[in-house]
């Protein structure tokens, strides 16, 4: 397929702009100017249309089909949240309007923010942070805060963090200046408490903790962890990733955290858009509410306001008062549940565990215990044996008409497969998959070739990830003109058997 | 192409996969078959700078694969006076030939007695069949 | 519940196949002094319809541009956005895909953002782009974190004609990243070359902004060589609408473009989400935070696309990462690869050169004395109102006219001065209506 550079012919335009008459452009001094041209590309609007149209024909999102990303909750993403997310009231409103102007949005995110403090079992909310990264940042910046406010920051030089964590929760670490001690998870799949009690001293600032883990399961021990780290001074912050398992049935606060980040783009059906936006809210217990960012949305009266009048406060983690457009679809879904919130993480449970029982005695199951809303499988035997590893079950999934589930995380299980259904498919679905996968151990043992080569049926075959790191290149080059009369086309393979 | 499996008996090795020629009072440093196995084909090689301290068990560069990174861990102390620069240009050399061409960096020792710690090819092999 | 597709019977037959006897059994391992007991303090679950009276509602209680003329700009701004970006971005194969970890699932995803990038490039004369930091603020932090590590310094300056939230929010990040933060002063408006050199004396980076947060051409070419010279990574924070008219960054000597890419494509929505940009020279590719996305080959010699150099990222390095970065702003940098696409190179200088003639126009029409009268200006410019100028805009509005924004919020002295944007949506007849408003 073309790259947009590759449509352009010179003099063709899509945009036609207004031009008011009589009015000339004052002169910018000559090294400031422009000396050359960007080389965008230049295509009339049908032309447009059709390679960005063709693009999307080449992707695959939860509205095609079954998408059981672990750890990424891909729920589906209600349609009426784009609606109302679009309503010019809300589209076209100026982030520097004047509080007067902009009651509305000040109300949504105060209710929004009131939803969450209940969900979280805890006390106040920033709404500021850009995505779950920047959550877990602004966490790590109000503890150094907070222990600063003691005297305390010098000493506490360390957070705790699980081996099964996200990648995102050490390089968090290391953004806010703290040192990363890590703690082993047991064979039961929850933290190790001995290791635990080894790490954690008086130079310790917190625990940064996953609950249920990237494992899928439920630290049965969360309130010992919780009384180790209060009795030494410190703190625990919940990755809030996995929230979908617990809404309704169980919340952080209560569990003994501090500091909690949502996922509005897991959890609260804000959609992916292929890698973002997303929202990554914070809830905090009461001691740690001076320090979150400025400004904070506060009643006053029968309206709202922006108060800036915050001393304590870390400052600011992103511009205005967080992606606002996120906060109307989040808001949105969760009106359509309410008080309900918890068949949600029910079903998200059930949909997990009745998989997993479908699919435990072809994989090999490392932990065995119910999951939570996600489990991990391990093709480790399927590789000894028949030398399939996890990339090659992701590929053939393909084939079958998935988006293949996470590979290669969590680190502590080799060739990991980790599988979120989310609450929203049907059992239908879960079925289709789950004999999907069944197939798949087949043909493991008895036409292994098809898992080496697959996918078959995508737009492009295996790419060589190996080139592109060993010598990047990250955009188009004008000057290299690729004869794409010499690619090969898109040819269809070993289609895979629908309804096994 | 990667080599075949292969554990030289002249060298001496540690535990972190690394081996070491001796010679003289300098030492030629590389990765094992079995770190470049486990990593897959390298891509980045990023070596220490010519002049550099190394220090045994600390790292003195880093290897990359498309999905993994490892630091390179000295087995023997001393000051590099060369860095092997036709791996930075093609760091799959480091798989092809993890002991000739895909050696890492030449190093003066400063302490020649560190040697007797290192593995014989026989007890770092029982170490790789513990693994 | 629309939401959930299982009704009884799935759920009882599933039950049976896990071997368990209910969903409360699901949860077992929860200790009880955990557990909630009682149902979510939240409303009634309410109907699509009910969702959408209630949503219309709040947003009803919001004062648009649209609903007035307005000329607030100071770092968000109300262009055109072409109807294709809707178009394509609201199509579910983009809004609801995930990351392209999975390359040959998502070849759209990663040829759109390859396209981004070279676009992105081309605007700011660099050779490496991101696939989008968060917005334009923290676009600021990642170039503080990129020049901290390439130099080994732990001082940057800011110009204070930097955008204050983009100041506030490095200063934000700055203690986590071991750094010291010092500000030079703006000199009638625009920033004074040998003052940045001599700050710049042991920093890791200086970065300025272009055009300015008042709307004035910085000297910027001497602006790059003063931290040049003192071995400070020169960071431009550009407008990429002024791009069509404004010398590249990387022409006159940046090591890193940063921005806020808002005003191309994405709606003004209270602030966000919108997308910011980081840019650099190919030194720096292994430095740079975030997705990058790069051309290979299939196994039979199809050209595609993938992610690339992932070994910086978290999910890899993880305490080493150039960024703890995953989730980003693809989808409304998509947007701004259509919005650029649609304007083409023609487009683009037009848009600026619109712009500007505008803005000139309404600083005729209105008559007020400028702030920095002997500076060129883009599309912004600082008026003296005489008196506070929140209440010139309290006035102003119950007239229908938005008519900037108050330079005194961020600077000292400046209570009289107002901020004054003017883009290609403002007509000849709201310039008229603005200089009317404040007439009086």
């Known amino acids: 397929m073309k790259l947009v550079f590759e449509r352009s012919r010179p003099g063709r335009r899509a945009a036609d702009l207004p031009r008011p008459e009589g009015l000339a452009a004052p002169e910018i001094p000559s090294e400031l100017r422009r000396s050359q041209p960007p080389r965008l590309p230049e295509l009339p609007e049908v032309e447009l249309v059709r390679h960005f149209t063709e693009l999307t024909t080449r992707n695959f999102g939860i509205d095609t089909g079954f998408y059981p990303l672990g750890s990424c909750t891909m729920k589906y993403n209600p349609r009426v949240n784009e609606r109302v997310a679009a309503l010019p009231g809300f589209r076209d409103l100026h982030p520097h309007q004047d509080e007067e102007g902009s009651q509305g949005a000040l109300e949504l995110m105060h209710e929004l923010q009131e939803m969450l403090a209940e969900i979280t079992g805890l006390d106040a909310v920033s709404l500021q942070p850009a995505a779950g990264s920047q959550g877990e940042l602004t966490g790590l910046m109000l503890m150094r805060a907070y222990f600063a406010d003691r005297g305390e920051d010098e000493r506490r030089r360390k957070v705790v963090v699980a081996d099964t964590a996200h990648g995102t929760n050490p390089a968090s670490v290391t953004m806010a200046g703290y040192e990363l001690v890590k703690v082993d998870t047991d064979a039961r799949g929850n933290i190790d408490l001995d290791d635990l009690r080894a790490k954690v001293d008086d130079e310790t600032a917190g625990l940064m903790l996953t609950n249920p883990s990237t494992l899928g399961l439920f630290d049965e021990h969360i309130e010992e962890i919780a009384r180790i780290y209060h009795k030494n001074g410190g703190l625990l912050y919940y990755d809030g990733a996995n929230l979908n398992a617990v809404c309704g049935i169980s919340r952080p606060g209560d569990m003994g955290f501090d500091i909690v980040h949502i996922n509005l783009h897991k959890t609260f059906s804000q959609p992916h858009g292929g890698g973002g936006p997303g929202g990554g809210p914070i809830a905090v217990r009461r001691q740690l509410e001076p320090y979150l960012p400025v400004p904070a949305v506060v009643p006053d009266g029968n309206r709202f306001r922006l108060d800036y009048d915050r001393p304590k406060s870390i400052g600011k983690v992103r511009a205005f008062t967080g992606p606002f457009g996120v906060f109307v679809r989040s808001y949105a879904f969760m009106l359509a549940w309410g008080r309900e919130l918890r068949t949600m993480s029910e079903d998200a449970v059930l949909n997990a565990n009745y998989l997993l029982a479908r699919l435990k005695d072809a994989y090999d199951l490392p932990y065995d215990r119910l999951c939570m809303h996600e489990f991990v499988l391990s093709a480790r035997t399927l590789k000894r044996e028949h030398g399939i590893t996890a990339l090659d079950v992701a590929k053939r999934l393909m084939d079958y008409g998935f988006h293949p589930p996470t590979i290669y995380f969590p680190l502590v299980v080799p060739e990991a497969l980790m599988i979120e259904p989310t609450e929203t498919e049907t059992k239908e679905t879960l079925d289709e998959f789950a004999d999907a996968m069944l197939a798949i151990a087949r043909e493991a043992a008895e036409e292994p070739e098809v898992l080496k080569t697959a996918p078959h049926n995508r737009p492009v075959k295996r790419l060589d990830e190996v080139k592109a790191a060993k010598r990047a290149v990250v955009r188009y080059r004008f000057e290299e003109h690729p004869d794409l009369a010499q690619e090969p086309t898109a040819g269809v393979g070993a289609e895979a058997p629908k309804g096994v | ?131 | 519940m629309t939401y959930v597709s299982l009704t009884d019977a799935d759920r009882t037959e599933m039950l049976e196949t896990i071997g368990v006897a209910s969903i409360d059994e699901l949860f077992r391992d929860l200790p009880a002094g955990v557990r909630l007991g009682r149902a979510l303090d939240l409303g009634d679950p309410l109907s699509e319809q009910e969702i959408v009276e209630r949503l219309e509602d709040l947003a009803g209680r919001n004062t648009p541009a649209g609903e007035e003329t307005s000329f607030l700009g100071a770092g968000v701004y109300d262009h055109y956005v072409t109807a294709i970006v809707d178009a394509i971005l609201e199509r579910g194969e983009f809004l609801t895909a995930y990351t392209p970890y999975q390359p040959e699932m998502s070849q759209g995803v990663l040829q759109a953002l390859f396209e981004y990038q070279t676009v992105i490039c081309e605007l700011t004369g660099m050779d490496v782009s991101n696939a989008s930091g968060y917005d334009g603020t923290t676009v600021a932090a990642d170039a503080c974190y990129i020049a901290k590590h390439a130099t080994g310094r732990a001082k940057v300056v800011l110009a204070e004609s930097l955008n204050p939230q983009v100041r506030q929010v490095v200063r934000t990040y700055a203690p986590g990243f071991g750094l010291e933060v010092v500000d030079v002063p703006h000199r009638e408006g625009v920033t004074d070359p040998e003052e940045l050199r001599a700050a710049a004396e042991d920093a890791a980076c200086v970065i300025f902004q272009q055009p300015n947060f008042f709307g004035c051409l910085e000297p910027a070419p001497d602006l790059a060589a003063a931290a040049n010279d003192a071995g400070a990574l020169a960071v431009a924070h550009v407008d990429p609408l002024s791009l069509g008219v404004l010398e590249a960054p990387g022409a006159y000597g940046c090591a890193i473009a940063i921005g806020e890419g808002q005003g191309a494509g994405n709606a003004l929505s209270f602030g966000g989400p919108h997308y910011g940009f980081v840019a650099a020279r190919e030194e720096f590719t292994r430095r740079m935070p975030g997705r990058i996305i790069g051309e290979t080959t299939d196994v039979d010699g199809r050209r595609g696309y993938v992610l690339t150099l992932q070994t910086r990222e978290q999910h890899i390095r993880r305490e080493k990462a150039t960024s703890n970065i995953t989730t980003n702003q693809t989808l409304l940098a998509l947007g701004g690869l259509i919005q650029l696409c649609w304007l083409g190179p023609q487009g683009l200088r037009e848009l600026g050169e619109t712009c500007m003639a505008l803005a000139e126009r309404a600083k005729e029409r209105v008559g007020l004395p400028l702030v920095f009268p002997d500076r060129t200006t883009f599309k912004e410019f600082a008026i003296r109102v005489g008196r506070p100028a929140v209440e010139v805009i309290r006035e102003a509005r119950k007239q229908g006219v938005h008519p900037g924004y108050p330079l005194g919020r961020d600077y000292e002295g400046m209570d009289d001065a107002l901020l004054v944007a003017v883009t290609e949506r403002r007509s000849l007849d709201d310039i008229e209506a603005l200089a009317e408003v404040l007439a009086a």
């Open chain 2, 1 to 131: 192409m990667a080599a075949e499996e292969s554990y030289p008996d002249e060298l001496r090795y540690h535990r972190e996969h690394d081996w070491a020629r001796i010679e003289d009072g300098e030492a030629v440093l590389g990765i094992t078959w079995y770190a470049q196995d486990a990593l897959g084909e390298l891509v980045h090689y990023e070596p220490p700078e010519e002049g550099a301290t190394v220090t045994k068990d600390s790292a003195y560069g880093e290897v990359e694969s498309v999905k993994a990174v490892s630091d390179v861990i000295s087995p023997l102390s001393g000051e590099v006076i060369e860095v092997n620069q036709a791996v930075v240009d093609a760091p799959e050399k480091v798989n092809e030939d993890p002991y000739g061409d895909g050696w890492l960096v030449r190093i003066r020792l400063t302490d020649p007695s560190e040697t007797d710690q290192l593995l014989t090819v026989e007890a770092y092999q029982e170490l790789l069949s513990n693994q």
